[in-house]
């Protein structure tokens, strides 16, 4: 079946500290790649989206590469802001469906 | 140009009630999507609604069920809640299975 498996959180980092968070997926076939982000009593905001194998997307600098060679698709961000604290959401598509798959989130606190 | 809308924001019901969930899609949108978001979790996929109808539906219950009308706004029914019930429960729009707008979602608490 389709599955997205996170890092565990929660990520407690420093301001100005460089940013991962993991994500595996599970799929049959090529599916489409994002990262969501979710700021406390907000609904979900696509951060990023790749389509492809060795597509990368990035926004807001933040960086995440689809690897079809290691099934993964981890955020990365070089220095974080306190306003980057939020919880990220990787998730995964198939464009003929829609339907999202989501991994359970990871926590992340930035202190300033 | 609003974004997608959510009512109500919070509600509180018991154990064996019914409860309705209402959503806006945003404009130009024909898809509506509706996702169970318990406390620590992921969105989970309930299902999807097109031209009226239900076009996929994930791994839940009959209790849940939902409606799209003519112009596209949606409506999702619970019925006989459980305490597990308890969530937040997210709407999201768009045209055909393009990119998903999320709105912000109702709180159920089921007592």
């Known amino acids: 079946g389709n599955s997205v498996t996170q890092m565990e959180g929660p990520v407690t980092l420093s301001e100005e500290a460089f940013l991962t968070i993991n994500c595996t997926y599970t799929a049959t076939g090529y599916p489409s790649l994002f990262w969501y982000v979710q700021y406390p009593g907000e609904g979900l905001q696509l951060l990023l989206k790749?389509?492809?194998?060795?597509d990368k997307g990035s926004n807001k600098g933040f960086e995440a590469t689809y690897r079809k060679e290691t099934t993964s698709f981890h955020l990365e961000k070089g220095s974080v802001q306190v306003s980057d604290s939020a919880v990220y959401f990787c998730?995964?598509?198939?464009?003929?469906?829609?339907?999202?798959?989501f991994g359970r989130g990871t926590q992340l606190t930035v202190w300033p | 140009d609003a974004g997608v809308t959510q009512s109500p924001t919070h509600l509180i019901k018991t154990r064996g009630q019914q409860v309705t969930l209402r959503c806006s899609p945003k404009?130009?949108?024909?898809?509506v999507s509706w996702y169970q978001q318990a406390l620590g979790q992921g969105p989970q996929f309930i299902f999807q609604?097109?031209?009226?109808?239900?076009?996929q539906r994930g791994n839940f219950p009959d209790r849940f069920s939902g409606h799209q009308f003519p112009n596209y706004s949606s409506e999702l029914n619970v019925n006989a809640l459980l305490l597990g019930d308890s969530a937040l429960y997210l709407c999201?729009?768009?045209?055909?299975?393009?990119?998903?707008?999320f709105g912000p979602g109702t709180r159920l608490t089921v007592l």
């Open positions: 999201a729009s768009s045209f055909r299975v393009a990119k998903q707008f």
């Open positions: 998730a995964l598509t198939y464009s003929t469906l829609g339907r999202l798959y």
């Open positions: 404009s130009g949108h024909d898809t």
């Open positions: 790749a389509t492809k194998a060795d």
């Open positions: 609604y097109y031209e009226e109808e239900e076009r």
